[in-house]
């Protein structure tokens, strides 16, 4: 059972991000502040969670969290910032975003930039520890995955509706036939070997 937050005597804040070893579409984060006795047996790191129960949760979060924000960087800001700086600036959006300001900040991952004055702390695969961290994945991941399955309907030949702009087999081989289109991101050097030939 996850431990709904890190402390109890400031307000607190969960985020993470989803999206930021994909090859194609923005990198998304989520900032989620629970109720304190916020409990749900299905809840957890969204890798770990089924489509079907992400849906589910994220009406749950939605509805019955204290704030809740989803934000993200786009290909040119990853592309001119690189994806880690994309990731925190993605974050420091979703907490600006919040209609309630956190007094701390609980952040999935080992690095953070800090925002503003508020304190964080890390905590490594903190989306399978913390229910606000895992919240924020849930929303983060199901924001992004909503958001790739409408550029799919404009770009098919990437099959995104599936792979979500992750590098799978198909996807790759999907950019050898087709090269890179507007919604890659360039700096991850995933150009095509053989369009390099000509």
């Not at 989620?32 to 409990?39: A, N, S, T």
């Not at 800090?114 to 304190?119: A, D, E, G, L, V």
């Not at 994945?137 to 770009?155: C, G, P, Q, W």
């Amino acid at each position: 059972m996850l431990e709904t937050v890190y402390q109890t005597e400031l307000s607190e804040a969960g985020c993470d991000e989803a999206g930021r070893g994909c090859y194609a579409g923005p990198v998304f984060a989520a900032a989620v502040i629970l109720p304190k006795d916020f409990h749900h047996p299905k809840l957890n790191d969204s890798k770990q969670v089924k489509e079907a129960d992400r849906d589910e949760l994220r009406r749950i979060i939605e509805k019955e969290a204290i704030a809740f924000a989803v934000a993200n960087c786009s290909v040119e800001e990853i592309d001119e910032i690189n994806i880690l700086k994309a990731s925190f600036k993605a974050m420091h959006k979703a907490i600006d975003a919040l209609k309630l300001q956190p007094d701390f900040l609980l952040i999935d991952g080992n690095r953070f930039t800090k925002y503003k004055t508020i304190p964080h702390q890390c905590i490594v695969k903190g989306d399978g520890k913390y229910a606000n961290i895992a919240a924020a994945s849930i929303l983060a991941k199901t924001h992004r995955d909503e958001y790739m399955k409408k550029l799919h309907n404009d770009f098919p030949m990437y099959n995104w509706q599936k792979n979500k702009g992750y590098g799978t087999a198909e996807h790759r081989a999907a950019i050898d036939i087709h090269g890179l289109c507007i919604h890659h991101r360039k700096s991850f050097n995933i150009a095509s070997k053989q369009l390099a030939l000509f």
